[in-house]
């Protein structure tokens, strides 16, 4: 059995400013203050030297993350572009508030947060099911490679989600919100089942 926490980054200033991040890896998507003292407080709660591979998106705000959380265990980091976010397309750096303003009904009422549909107007923008279908291949292949290991996957919201997504494959993608910055997700694949243990913990002592 491989157990796999997704962990999403912290707090960037694109966070903060209310931006659609996507895939872009500028100065706005580094974290800030509140974004370090996040991976500060998640390292002091889960120690990866109880793992045994540390795998990270290779944008910077998960690249600096995991340095944070990876001070004490010095796991290898090893990049791995399946774990990216989701790409907007031409969405990716603007405002979501602005976006669902201009078009509500890609957006969920109650999440704020685009639609499967979103792709019908963003140009160039990912699918939700391409971005499942990413991540679940990195599950597959991790697992196949570490048959009974334990697994950090430093990552993204949305990727997050497609994780979870991926394992539970739920009538609507929008049944999950997208989980918090830091927040530590736990899944299992053994002989070709997902387990979903939890999503968006933060409570210290039970990762």
């Known amino acids: 059995m491989t157990t796999f926490y997704f962990i999403r980054h912290g ?3 694109a966070n903060a400013m209310g931006l659609k991040q996507g895939t872009i890896n500028d ?8 974004g370090r003292q996040q991976a500060a407080r998640l390292a002091g709660q889960f120690d990866l030297r109880t793992l045994d591979a540390l795998y990270v998106s290779p944008l910077a705000r998960t690249q600096e993350t995991a340095a944070i959380l990876n001070q004490q265990a ?3 980091p090893q990049l791995d572009p399946r774990l990216l ?3 907007y397309g031409s969405w990716d750096g603007q405002v979501n508030a602005e976006l669902e303003a201009a ?3 890609v957006f969920d009422p109650l999440l704020h947060d685009v639609l499967p549909s979103y792709v019908e107007v963003a140009q160039g923008g990912e699918s939700f099911t391409q971005v499942q279908t990413r991540v679940a291949e990195f599950m597959q292949a991790v697992a196949a490679q570490l048959p009974d290991a334990a697994v950090a996957c430093v990552t993204h919201g949305f990727t997050v989600k497609a994780a979870a997504l991926a394992a539970l494959a739920p009538r609507s993608a929008m ?3 997208e989980p918090d910055n830091t927040s530590v997700t736990k899944l299992t694949l053994t002989a070709g089942r997902y387990y979903l243990w939890y ?3 933060f409570d210290a002592h039970t990762y």
Request: aromatic share 4%; glycine share 0%; net charge positive.
């Open 175 to 177: 049944t999950l919100p």
């Open 85 to 87: 976010e989701i790409s």
């Open 74 to 76: 010095k796991l290898p």
């Open 27 to 34: 100065e706005r998507t580094h974290l800030t203050a509140k």
């Open 11 to 13: 707090q960037t200033t």
């Open 199 to 201: 999503y968006n913990r």
């Open 103 to 105: 078009h509500p009904r």
